[in-house]
């Protein structure tokens, strides 16, 4: 199961510490520019290394296309591409050889496999996550091109949240903050926790605008449901709200419906899907991420023989996920809007007769 989508769909392969990452999508129509250096800035904004506020791990995260495209465009065959892995330090995982970290995916691929691949936690390690962003940066590609676009930002850090939302802000700040305002305070609060050898959650905010009415299908793949589970799927997140999200349920029904005008929504509650589709209103999602399992402070554990051990990690970790994470949601949304958008062209009849007759 390491497929996404239904027309426009991912695959992704490899492992923290193995030689490499990647990712085969299929579906990409024909014609498509593929700017390369759109595609790698992608990956900057996820890669690790940058500052204080991500793991130290250094990876170039340089990536490379080996098919689906001719002099610069896609060729309508499948497109993969991979991100050779450069600085592993598996030594660092040696102490933990069969040690489940608490918090982390050790302990259940070990009883689900019966073997565990330690090296920085082989596929369950977020540096899967790079081969989603390159993916995602594709589907972007397409949908930038018919007017849709994604932004992200980080929310909120430990509970301390943005008044406002600029999402302009987030690529002058090193940890992708929505509100100035805050930034200072959110910094801190996950330096406080680093020092002390401990860790912090966060959540990332986006928007996605552009969108035509009815993308999302009736019942089964509603749009809704469908970015839920993929920010579901992302490592560490663990909600995910769509409009108004959890707060709709202190509203009355009077102050939640979004009043309709003959020139749109008056206000955004539902935050764009109506239904399971999109209502041409920007959709927006609040994911919310866990803090990083891995923290140096000594914790209980057992061990692959359910033996108790104290467990004390070396190795090298974000303190707060969410930041780097976010750029995986808007990666994400782009592989689920990308699919929604083919989905939706067989709709009626005229589509159909529009292209073929
Ligand atoms: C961008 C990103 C970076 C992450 N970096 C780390 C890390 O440095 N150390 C760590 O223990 N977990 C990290 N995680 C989280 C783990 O991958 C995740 O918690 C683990 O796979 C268990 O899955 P679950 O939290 O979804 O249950 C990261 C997650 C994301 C999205």
Same mark, same amino acid.
């Given at each position: 199961m390491n497929r996404f989508g239904e027309r426009f769909t991912i695959n992704t392969f490899g492992e923290s510490h193995g030689k490499a990452i990647g990712c085969l999508l299929d579906g990409v129509p024909a014609g498509l520019a593929i700017d390369m250096e759109f595609i790698q800035s992608e990956l900057d904004r996820r890669k690790p290394g940058q500052n204080e506020f991500a793991t130290a791990r250094k990876e170039s995260d340089t990536v490379e296309i080996?098919?689906?495209?001719f002099e610069g465009l896609s060729t309508g065959t499948p497109i993969m591409m991979v991100i050779y892995n450069s600085d592993q330090k598996s030594g660092d995982y040696a102490n933990i050889k069969d040690i489940f970290r608490p918090g982390h995916a050790d302990f259940t691929y070990f009883h689900k496999y /019966? &073997?565990?691949?330690?090296r920085g936690g082989g596929?369950?390690?977020?540096?899967?996550?790079a081969a989603r962003v390159a993916g995602g940066a594709v589907a972007k590609l397409m949908l930038n091109s018919i007017g849709i676009n994604i932004q992200s930002g980080i929310s909120a850090i430990h509970g301390i949240e943005a008044q406002t939302l600029d999402f302009d802000y987030p690529k002058h700040s090193p940890i992708y903050a929505l509100d100035k305002n805050v930034e200072e305070a959110q910094k801190s609060a996950i330096l406080t926790a680093k020092n002390s050898h401990d860790s912090v959650g966060g959540v990332a905010t986006l928007s996605i605008s552009g969108l035509p009415i009815?993308?999302?299908? /009736? &019942?089964?793949?509603k749009l809704d449901a469908v970015l839920a589970e993929a920010m579901m799927g992302i490592n560490a997140v663990k909600a995910v709200e769509i409009g108004e999200g959890i707060a709709s349920t202190h509203l009355q029904g009077s102050q939640n419906n979004d009043e309709i005008t003959p020139n749109g929504f008056k206000t955004n509650h539902a935050g764009g899907i109506l239904g399971g589709m999109s209502n041409g209103d920007d959709v927006t999602l609040r994911v919310h991420f866990k803090p990083t399992p891995s923290i140096f402070i000594e914790q209980e554990s057992t061990n692959t023989t359910n033996e108790s051990v104290s467990i004390s990690l070396k190795g090298r970790h974000d303190p707060c996920v969410a930041i780097r994470g976010s750029v995986v949601c808007e990666a994400m949304a782009a592989l689920v809007i990308a699919d929604m958008v083919l989905l939706n062209m067989g709709r009626k009849m005229s589509g159909i007769t529009n292209y073929y007759t």
């Open positions: 080996l098919s689906g495209t /019966g &073997l565990r691949d330690y596929r369950s390690s977020a540096r899967e996550t009815g993308l999302g299908e /009736g &019942l089964y793949y």
